[in-house]
């Protein structure tokens, strides 16, 4: 058993679900460039960065793209992207989110947001509840993509607890291994049988108890 003292939370799957928006704007890029995606395609892209998600579509399109014409194309990705989420209200916090981040504050423990999103802060203050998080990492603040541990450790330094007493909550497997990486629990947010790895997996926050990270 661990003295669990933070937990940092992945934003995309676990806090919010913006998988359809990223869905629409690579399909429409996609179908720019002639050809299409599908939504399976777009599972593949959880939790990976804009340029690994570029990289990957174009392949899939059998697409071969200069270093500039791709910093052009995830631009134009994410203009769409971007005016979508502007979008986003209060009611898209995914169930039991917002709870059991109150119930971490009100049990005394720290809480960051470790995300892989260049635009989270533009999502946390849509759906408003950047005033849940002690700490904000997400792509601005890291160079190193999941399964490195950089975004969880920058965000344990930053909070000032050791990495093992932090526990981690994500919903790609990228991001569980992230965590275990930099030597913090994991709680999957998903399937058991898609997140072998992790040290509990649930359906949602809303199935989260403080008892359940005490027995971690
Ligand atoms: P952006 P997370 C990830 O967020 C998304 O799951 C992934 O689909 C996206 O490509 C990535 O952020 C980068 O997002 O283009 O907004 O910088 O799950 O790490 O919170
Ligand atoms: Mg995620």
């Known amino acids: 058993m661990t003295t669990i003292k933070a937990c940092i939370f992945d934003l995309d799957g676990v806090i919010v679900d913006t998988a359809v928006y990223h869905y629409k704007a690579w399909k429409r890029l996609a179908n720019e460039l002639g050809f299409d995606i599908t939504e399976e395609q777009n599972e593949n892209l ?13 392949q899939w399109g059998g697409v071969t793209k200069t270093d500039a014409e791709k910093e052009e194309l995830a631009t134009r990705k994410n203009t769409w992207y971007v005016e979508m989420i502007n979008k ?60 490195d541990p950089e975004v969880f450790l920058k965000g344990a330094e930053e909070l000032g607890i050791p990495a093992e007493n932090c526990v981690v909550f994500e919903d790609a497997i990228a991001g569980v291994e992230a965590a275990h990486n930099g030597g913090m629990k994991a709680v999957g947010i998903g399937s058991p049988q898609v997140l072998t790895e992790a040290d509990l ?5 809303d199935k ?4 359940k990270l005490k027995e971690l």
Request: net charge positive.
């Open 46 to 58: 959880k939790g990976v960065s804009r340029m690994r998600s570029l990289d990957l579509v174009l």
């Open 88 to 147: 986003m209200t209060p009611d898209e916090i995914l169930p039991g989110a917002k709870e059991f981040l109150q119930a971490c504050i009100d049990a005394g423990l720290k809480t960051a947001l470790g995300s892989a999103s260049k635009n989270s802060a533009t999502i946390l203050e849509k759906v408003g509840i950047a005033h849940f998080f002690n700490v904000v990492i997400d792509g601005n603040k890291v160079s190193k993509p999941k399964p």
């Open 201 to 205: 997996v649930i359906s949602g926050l």
């Open 208 to 211: 989260m108890t403080l008892v």
